[in-house]
């Protein structure tokens, strides 16, 4: 148990519609990732958010969008989904950034279809 | 293209035996972290390198990171059922701080 929650578990959604995943850190974390793994590949980093702000983006479109709370909860916002969105959604949270020391907590994921 | 590539992709072996995994790239990275994915979870964080050559050990265990901060290794000894799973390298990259994953190694352990 990492104490990292996601939410849904397990979501279907129509191409074009939109969807929020949401993500609760572990207390204290003041920076979560977000990262989208498809089936049989590692997890690509989509972007980083530190104290309520964007920090770092992967090479994700802006439909890919997402906010953080001061709660230390965060949600991830795709828009005008495709089919190739549907992968598993994972959130990361840390304490901090340090280049030699990011240990990084992950959330059990959302399992996302678009059909 | 693939900035970490794992090999082997899939990895079955008797429970008992050795096996090594890798993990290369023709990129320079700050630092590399190696997870262990199960089923249903997010991947767990087993170790983080640093220095090039450094060698970390966890019980039967042993990760090396290459002198030049491009490839790293995880051997198992000994290897065991609950060993089974998806084996994830992940780079922290030199210019940008972000991290990049490897696609895995599946591992199976037979009892």
């Known amino acids: 148990e990492t104490g990292v929650t996601q939410s849904p578990t397990h979501l279907i959604k129509t191409r074009g519609q939109q969807v929020t995943l949401r993500c609760s850190s572990q207390s204290g974390h003041n920076t979560v990732s977000w990262y989208q793994q498809a089936l049989g590949q590692g997890p690509q980093f989509i972007f980083q958010y530190y104290r309520e702000e964007e920090n770092g983006r992967g090479n994700f479109p802006p439909r890919f969008s997402g906010l953080q709370f001061p709660n230390y909860s965060s949600e991830l916002n795709v828009n005008a989904l495709e089919l190739d969105d549907s992968a598993l959604y994972l959130c990361a949270s840390s304490l901090g950034w340090d280049r030699n020391s990011y240990e990084q907590y992950f959330g059990p994921g959302t399992r996302l279809t678009v059909t | 293209t693939q900035l970490l590539e794992q090999s082997p992709q899939f990895l079955s072996i008797q429970e008992g035996e050795n096996l090594t995994v890798y993990c290369n790239s023709s990129?320079?990275?700050?630092?590399l972290q190696w997870y262990r994915q199960e089923p249903g979870e997010g991947p767990v964080l087993l170790v983080t390198v640093v220095t090039g050559g450094e060698v970390k050990k966890l019980k039967r265990l042993t990760f090396q990171f290459g002198d030049a901060r491009k490839d790293s290794s995880l051997h198992i000894t000994a290897a065991q059922p609950g060993d089974t799973g998806l084996y994830l390298c992940a780079g922290l990259m030199n210019r940008d701080d972000k991290i990049i994953f490897g696609k895995g190694t599946r591992l199976h352990i037979l009892p």
């Open positions: 990129s320079v990275f700050s630092s």
